[in-house]
């Protein structure tokens, strides 16, 4: 199978191979076929390039394919040790590749970022209901590439700030939304001195809590009931 940007990719190398074989009616048999997987490697390089991802088998990337195509000719009418080059080359390209992939998406993930931090509205939330737990969840926000920032780290120290007042007493360890109130608090300070894990872990426990706050609430009750009765 390939996936939809494959598809269209390899509709835009079709349309300029069929250019040139207009342009160049002399090429033919193999030449065509080489022809053809060398715009089809240029295209789909382009695409990665840009941040597209063709692929096939939802996997493949697609100039990987046409390199394996390229390498079939290339074998046939020069050996081996053509094919090794290509072999190198395609190596070279897929550490290329690896960089670039993760350049687009840091640059996505501070898009999305940005984004959610304008929609964030925390005020009129009644915790009576579902919804207002809900929102309260997503406005944990939790950088997965791209590095903590000042309004990141003030984001969730006010989404901490909430929580802490909606579950202080239900919960059995209130000190740890006290500690994670303080870790963006202090975050925000300076948000380049961070410990990246420590934060992530914090906001992770805070979606965790809302999740499990009906559990949490009957577990407080019951550790309340017990001490009374213990008294």
């Known amino acids: 199978m390939i996936n ?12 300029i191979g069929a250019t040139l074989f207009e342009v160049f009616p002399a ?13 089809l490697f240029a295209t789909s390089l382009l695409a990665e390039l840009v941040g597209v991802q063709p692929r096939v088998l939802f996997l493949v990337p697609l100039w990987l394919a046409a390199l ?6 290339v074998h046939d009418h020069h050996g081996v040790l053509a094919v090794v080059g290509l072999v190198a080359c395609a190596i070279a390209l897929q550490g290329l590749m690896m ?4 350049y687009h998406e840091r640059r996505r993930e501070r898009r ?3 984004q959610r931090l304008q929609e964030i509205d925390l005020g009129g939330l009644n915790p009576a209901f579902d919804q207002a737990w809900e929102t309260l969840s997503e406005s944990i926000l939790i950088p997965r590439v791209t590095p903590w920032t000042g309004e990141l780290l003030k984001n969730n120290r006010r989404s901490a700030e909430l929580l802490l007042a909606w579950m202080e007493g239900r919960i059995p360890e209130p000190r740890l939304l ?3 109130v303080l870790a963006f608090a202090e975050g925000a300070l300076e ?3 961070v410990d990246a894990d420590k934060l992530r872990q914090e906001a992770e426990r805070m979606r965790s809590m ?8 009957k577990k407080t009750a019951a550790l309340r009931e017990l001490a009374a009765a213990s008294g």
């Open 27 to 39: 090429l033919g048999g193999d030449a065509r076929i080489a022809v053809g997987a060398l715009v």
């Open 4 to 15: 939809f940007m494959g598809i269209l990719t390899l509709l835009v190398a079709v349309l």
């Open 99 to 102: 960089v670039i992939g993760a």
């Open 112 to 114: 999305e970022l940005g």
């Open 191 to 193: 948000p380049a001195k």
């Open 68 to 73: 394996v195509a390229i390498g079939v000719y």
């Open 178 to 180: 006290r500690r994670a």
């Open 210 to 217: 809302i999740l499990h706050r009906d559990a949490l609430a």
